[in-house]
């Protein structure tokens, strides 16, 4: 594709233009030219009548031999003899002209034949002419200027061809118009096309660029164009603080550290390192946002290291697997990972001490045991992953700051009141929490705290449960040391006016009452027509056993 800016050592590129046919359209007759500049090619349509208006201007302007357009006809003029004869006619018009301007076309011809989108000077022109009368009250309005790489193109090539800035002898359209208003601009977005741009073959994805002639960039948007053809980039560094490249890199690297192919090994300036290192980097020292999503990123590579005020980065919509690295961002609050290929968050909370808002939607996540440690979490969307267990929810459930949270789209989402079930993770602070993006009711409150109440009741018989396994095995254990000792007890006969003394047994049983109890007085559905009894000498096993289950059953 670099061919067609110009030929060897700064040589034109051969110019033809074809007319290849005609279309009918309603009652007048289209003829379709293909123009060529070196391996460029684009598609023109005109009808006769638009040539007639060219060669009018031309002959004005440009002094051309009048006779030089084939006349006009006013009968039979879409008959199929004439139509081929006036195509042959034109196609000799047309390349007449070409050869005539050999170097810059005049401004009417250059619109005719498309040169103003297509070709190198053509665009350049152009572009100088715009910026001329636009350039000022742009740059006063401090609005975003959209450029095509196809216009970043051609003017590297013409400052590469080192060819007079005016070539055509029209002041407007001096290349100087284009490089002061460079220089001074501070809002860019180059936006590319995914395929061929407008009629043409030119692929604007394979065009290389310089940036280097914007010097006061604050914020830049690139997109479809290739990320290792992007030149000048980095001289932005001083000034850039907001940077968005999508659909053009295949790593961060090629635009964080595009020298870094050239060195062996090297590090990021003010870092000390005990390896030789052959380059000392800059940082991109007033970069706070960068997003570089929708790429072909499969690493968070150690060029991060170059961005160490960053606090929002947007990687999603890549093939992203592991979170690494990011350990040296300290002032990063917002991560967008949504969208790529993470299957696990082990340790993640060693790389994300700060993060406020994370996007982890559409991954491929189960399991969510990486998060419980991330204090300062806010929002967090877990949508589109794997998730299937309510318990994984636990992990996030103690997150004292959490205010937000997305897990719609995930198998857990189906299961029968999964809202209510998800909120009672949260514990006390189910009320502060949003799920998917809907306000918690009241009614929602109201369930959690039933299913709250039955969690501890749960709490409760567990407990019980294991009392009262110990208690078996301290009975066997008592049991066979009796057994064993009987023969040196002497029986007394026990008098009926003393109390009998309880067996532990009792006595811990009617603790986990009091318990039970306790709890219930805790959770205000205490009958007012029960009384536990602090000890429970004269209840025996059998009694204090059922108050317990009874109690259990009521707060069930």
């Given at each position: 594709m670099e061919a067609a800016a110009g030929g060897e050592d700064g040589e034109e590129p051969p110019r033809e233009a074809r007319v290849l046919g005609s279309e009918l359209v309603e009652t007048y007759t289209v003829y379709i030219i293909q123009v060529s500049v070196g391996s460029h090619q684009w598609t023109v349509k005109h009808r006769y009548s638009d040539f007639h208006d060219l060669h009018e201007k031309l002959v004005s302007e440009k002094k051309i031999d009048k006779n030089l357009l084939p006349p006009k006809k006013i009968i039979g003029k879409n008959s199929k003899s004439l139509v081929e004869k006036r195509q042959k006619e034109l196609e000799v018009y047309l390349q007449t002209l070409l050869v005539k301007f050999p170097v810059t076309a005049p401004k009417v011809l250059s619109h005719f034949l498309h040169f103003d989108l297509y070709e190198i000077n053509g665009i350049t022109a152009a572009l100088a002419e715009e910026l001329f009368h636009k350039g000022e009250q742009l740059l006063m309005a401090g609005e975003v200027f959209t450029i095509r790489p196809l216009q970043l193109y051609a003017v590297t090539q013409q400052l590469l061809q080192g060819k007079p800035s005016c070539a055509n002898g029209d002041a407007k359209t001096d290349l100087g118009h284009i490089l002061d208003f460079t220089c001074r601009l501070k809002y860019l977005k180059v936006s590319g096309t995914g395929g061929p741009f407008g009629t043409s073959n030119i692929q604007e994805h394979l065009l290389p660029f310089d940036l280097s002639i914007f010097k006061s960039l604050h914020q830049i948007e690139i997109s479809h164009c290739g990320g290792k053809l992007i030149k000048g980039l980095t001289s932005s560094k001083h000034a850039l603080a907001t940077m968005s490249v999508r659909f053009s890199a295949m790593s961060m690297k090629e635009i964080l550290v595009p020298e870094a192919s050239e060195f062996d090994q090297w590090e990021p300036e003010g870092e000390t390192s005990s390896c030789p290192v052959t380059a000392v980097i800059p940082t991109w020292r007033t970069l706070t946002t960068l997003d570089m999503s929708h790429n072909s990123i499969s690493q968070i590579d150690d060029s991060v290291k170059l961005i160490p005020k960053i606090e929002f980065l947007d990687l999603s919509h890549n093939g992203v697997s592991l979170v690494e690295n990011l350990q040296h961002l300290y002032n990063l609050v917002h991560l967008d990972l949504s969208y790529n290929k993470l299957t696990s968050l082990e340790g993640v909370h060693t790389k994300?001490?700060?993060?406020?808002?994370?996007?982890?939607?559409?991954?491929?996540?189960?399991?969510?045991?990486?998060?419980?440690?991330?204090?300062?979490?806010?929002?967090?969307?877990?949508s589109n992953n794997k998730i299937e267990q309510i318990d994984e929810v636990k992990n996030i459930g103690n997150l004292p700051c959490l205010e937000k949270v997305v897990l719609s789209s995930n198998p857990l989402s189906i299961i029968p009141d999964y809202r209510t079930k998800?909120?009672?993770q949260f514990g006390d602070r189910a009320s502060e929490v949003c799920l998917d993006n809907t306000v918690t009711t009241e009614k929602e409150l109201d369930t959690v705290e039933v299913l709250k109440a039955i969690q501890k009741a749960k709490e409760v018989k567990y407990k019980l449960s294991n009392s009262d396994k110990k208690i078996s095995e301290d009975s066997r254990l008592t049991a066979a040391s009796s057994k064993s000792n009987c023969s040196s007890l002497t029986v007394r006969p026990s008098?009926?006016?003393?109390?009998?003394?309880?067996?532990?047994?009792?006595?811990?049983?009617?603790e986990e009452t009091v318990l039970a109890s306790s709890f219930l007085q805790s959770s205000g559905s205490t009958p007012t027509d029960h009384t536990v009894p602090q000890?429970?000498?004269?209840?025996?096993?059998?009694?204090?056993?059922?108050?317990?289950?009874?109690?259990?059953?009521?707060?069930?």
């Open positions: 994300l001490g700060n993060i406020k808002t994370l996007n982890l939607a559409g991954n491929q996540l189960e399991r969510l045991c990486g998060l419980n440690k991330l204090y300062s979490l806010v929002n967090l969307d877990l998800v909120l009672a008098s009926p006016s003393l109390p009998r003394p309880v067996s532990s047994s009792q006595e811990i049983i009617c000890r429970c000498f004269e209840i025996p096993n059998s009694r204090c056993k059922n108050l317990v289950i009874a109690i259990l059953l009521f707060i069930l």
